[in-house]
């Protein structure tokens, strides 16, 4: 990854769906601005080790991240926010994970994050990742090895040293 702990993020749109299946756009600046916020990088929704453990773990440890002083946490996959609204309902994120997509891999390139995932059917997608933001700087990056990984990355581990 090219952004690094002390650097700020850069300004691109995401996309999500509103509570009446609009599509909307923000930016990953406004979801940021002004409290500590996780960012979760995941290759893909519904894929295996993003389904099974990355995702699922910030909604299990939700109140702690809550404890600690984060104010909101973002999950980021270059997918389009339709799947991404499918994926948080499949997921039960409700309300404590906010559900984004990067469909045309912006925000992921411009962060250095994007890997080739062709051979598996995927194309590019981002690496796996949690990143702490705090007023759009970064704080703390884990950045998996292989997307197919999740220990750095996992709720477990960096919620315990933030």
Not at 29 to 58: D, R, V, W
């Amino acid at each position: 990854m090219k952004i690094k702990v002390g650097d700020k993020l850069p300004s691109s749109e995401l996309f999500y769906l509103d509570q009446n299946n609009e599509v909307k756009k923000i930016d990953v600046l406004n979801l940021c601005k002004n409290h500590k916020t996780i960012i979760l990088g995941m290759p893909g929704a519904f894929t295996k080790t993003c389904s099974a453990i990355h995702l699922p773990g910030y909604i299990k440890d939700y109140d702690l991240a809550s404890q600690k002083g984060i104010k909101k946490i973002v999950c980021i996959a270059v997918n389009d926010p339709n799947v991404m609204k499918a994926w948080g309902e499949n997921q039960n994120a409700g309300s404590k994970i906010f559900m984004a997509g990067d469909p045309f891999c912006k925000f992921t390139k411009a962060i250095g994050a994007e890997v080739d995932k062709s051979e598996k059917g995927l194309g590019i997608r981002s690496n796996r990742y949690t990143m702490l933001v705090e007023n759009s700087e970064v704080k703390k990056i884990e950045e998996e090895k292989k997307t197919a990984s999740c220990e750095l990355s996992a709720a477990e581990s960096f919620l315990k040293n933030i």
